[in-house]
Nanobody, 123 residues
């Protein structure tokens, strides 16, 4: 049974940092590309970042480029999203998603999704 569980969300002040995690089980993690997506209140879900199964390809949305870092540890198996210099507009529910093979920033490409994790940036 495939399970995808996010953790590490919470509240942080503007300019602060937060790392969220996504632990997966029930399949061969090494074969899967991982994506992070987010959805703010009243807005559509959008892509944040993704990392391929081979570590070779990493992509970021323009809105987070230079501030967020995605990484994965296939031994755990877990994927991380390190978020720095957080802004009010980063407030959203963050979702981890998996697809077999290469990662993309397209929501429709993903098969398995976590339950979401709230990140709030507030002063």
């Amino acid at each position: 049974q495939v399970q995808v569980v996010e953790s590490g969300g919470g509240s942080v002040q503007p300019g602060g940092s937060l790392t969220i995690s996504c632990a997966a089980s029930g399949f061969t993690f090494d074969y899967y590309g991982i994506g992070w997506f987010r959805q703010a209140p009243g807005k559509e879900r959008e892509a944040v970042s993704c990392i391929s199964n081979s570590y070779r390809a990493i992509y970021y949305a323009d809105s987070v480029k230079g501030r967020f870092n995605i990484s994965r540890d296939n031994a755990k198996p877990t994927v991380y999203l390190e978020m720095n210099d957080l802004k009010h507009e980063d407030t959203a529910v963050y979702y981890c998603a998996l697809r077999e093979g290469a990662a993309t920033l397209l929501i429709g490409d993903y098969t398995y999704w976590g339950q979401g994790n709230q990140v709030t940036v507030s002063s």
